[in-house]
């Protein structure tokens, strides 16, 4: 049976390939060749993904797309800058609530804490959830099938928290954050966030770049006051422990480069690219 995880090894594979040599605009048939598949399987593959055809994603791994996108978001940024988190209006594709720990919670690392973990297949390959009952605390992706530092890098950020493994319960929060026909409607999502002041002040403020919309580390550092901070806010935004929902994936380089990703750059490049196609078809 194929799965989320068999397609995204594919399309990693696809977008890598993509990402190198989109100068030479390649053939379809060069395309499907780089992930072993043929061209009428690897056409209904992408498309299955990411509902367009890989000659419209190549455009939207570009640079000049990148730089385009940068320069268009900030007007959609302004509005949503000025709105607020708590406007009814939808500024982010997912409903978000956020809690921060207090500063006691802070320096005891999770102590007392129990957190129930679930691996979880998603668009952009396997994940690991995390949930506290006061809501998601953290959300990553398994890189090269390595489950074990996936969850390394969890008890890192709280080494004095309880861990125990229960996907049947960490299962009900999928839909709500990669499903875009059955969010709609649900309830928020809860997330509960452990970090500085500043990084949470970061977190918030990429939670109002909206689906689509990318923003510059130093346009970045201006929507959170701190203006001349630009390398401080991508420490911050590279210590971002809820993936996707917080959508640090939107934070690049003001020359339009992507990369600079915890969880993988072509994995960045492949989530962009499915928020834009998904956009674009909206658009159209």
């Known amino acids: 049976m194929q799965t989320h995880a068999d397609d995204y090894r594919r399309i990693e594979k696809a977008i890598e390939f993509l990402a190198e040599n989109y100068h030479q605009q390649p053939r379809l048939d060069e395309v499907a060749r780089s992930v072993n598949l043929s061209e009428f399987h690897f056409q209904r593959l992408f498309r299955r993904w990411a509902g367009i055809s890989p000659k419209r994603l190549v455009q939207f791994l570009t640079l000049e797309h990148a730089k385009q996108a940068l320069e268009e978001s900030r007007s959609v940024l302004d509005a949503a800058y000025d709105a607020g988190l708590s406007s009814p209006s939808r500024l982010h594709d997912l409903f978000v609530t956020t809690e921060a720990m207090t500063p006691g919670e802070f320096k005891a690392k999770g102590a007392g804490l129990e957190i129930t973990c679930g691996y979880h297949p998603s668009p952009f390959g396997e994940c690991l959830l995390a949930v506290t009952e006061r809501g998601i605390c953290g959300l990553g992706f398994v890189r090269e099938g390595d489950r074990k530092q996936a969850l390394e890098d969890f008890k890192q950020r709280w080494p004095a928290a309880k861990f125990q493994e229960n ?31 500043f990084q949470i002040k970061v977190w918030e403020a990429l939670l109002r770049i909206p689906s689509g919309s990318v923003v510059s580390y130093e346009d970045l550092a201006r929507r959170v006051g701190k203006p001349s901070a630009a390398r401080a806010v991508g420490g911050a935004v590279g210590q971002n422990p809820i993936s996707f929902v917080i959508p640090c994936h939107r934070a690049i380089r003001k020359m339009g480069i992507t990369g600079d990703y915890h969880w993988g750059a072509v994995r960045k490049k492949a989530i962009l690219a499915w928020e834009a196609a998904r956009q674009s078809r909206e658009a159209e």
Do not use: V
């Open 167 to 197: 996907p049947e319960k960490t299962r009900s929060y999928m839909d709500g954050i990669f499903n875009a026909k059955k969010r709609n409607g649900a309830h928020p999502l809860k997330l509960l966030l452990m970090g500085t002041n």
